[in-house]
């Protein structure tokens, strides 16, 4: 097994501020959006991008959720791999609200239609956008695309990408990994 770093702490901190600085350019007040990690790692993207628009672009009131895709997963009772459910927080209506999805790597796409799946259970979006520090734009089973992306990534199917957080893994860091 080798792995390579395609991402250092330094061109992901770059990154993250540019993805923050496109939302806002799109979103700028954020009063009729909603910014929701998608579990386990999304979550970790959420916090960092929401912490940059409250400090460094003093953007206020920004609600921010947690959404656990586990039981609207297609291959939720498949396999021998056992799916562990996460926690779901989103204490805020998003009922003709912008939502963005956020996600740390997209690969197939079958997260994200679980992901707009399990959203319905909280009311009816006006639109959804989808954000990822990485997009594997080669392996997608599914017709979705990013709306914001950090960095494209051509790996091919037996390649991992694994996006390591300072928060869980001691380390901000995206490694490219070959089994």
Not at 17 to 46: K, M, N
Not at 93 to 103: R, S
Not at 126 to 147: A, V
């Amino acid at each position: 097994m080798s792995q390579k770093v395609l991402l250092s702490a330094k061109e992901i901190h770059i990154i993250l501020h540019r993805l923050a600085c496109q939302l806002l350019e799109t979103h700028l007040d954020f009063t009729d959006t909603v910014l929701i990690g998608i579990q386990p790692r999304g979550v970790y993207l959420a916090k960092r991008l929401t912490e940059i628009l409250e400090k460094d672009y003093k953007v206020k009131n920004i609600k921010l959720g947690s959404l656990d895709i586990t039981f609207y997963r297609d291959d939720f009772r498949r396999g021998d791999k056992i799916h562990e459910a996460n926690k779901t927080k989103i204490d805020f209506l998003v009922e003709n609200k912008k939502v963005v999805f956020i996600d740390d790597v997209l690969y197939t796409g079958r997260s994200i239609r679980a992901a707009l799946t399990a959203i319905q259970s909280f009311g009816r979006p006006e639109e959804i956008e989808l954000l990822t520090l990485i997009d594997r734009r080669f392996s997608r089973h599914l017709p979705i695309q990013p709306n914001y992306r950090g960095r494209q990534v051509d790996a091919i199917n037996d390649e991992k990408v694994k996006v390591m957080w300072k928060e869980n893994d001691g380390e901000d860091t995206v490694y490219l990994i070959r089994e």
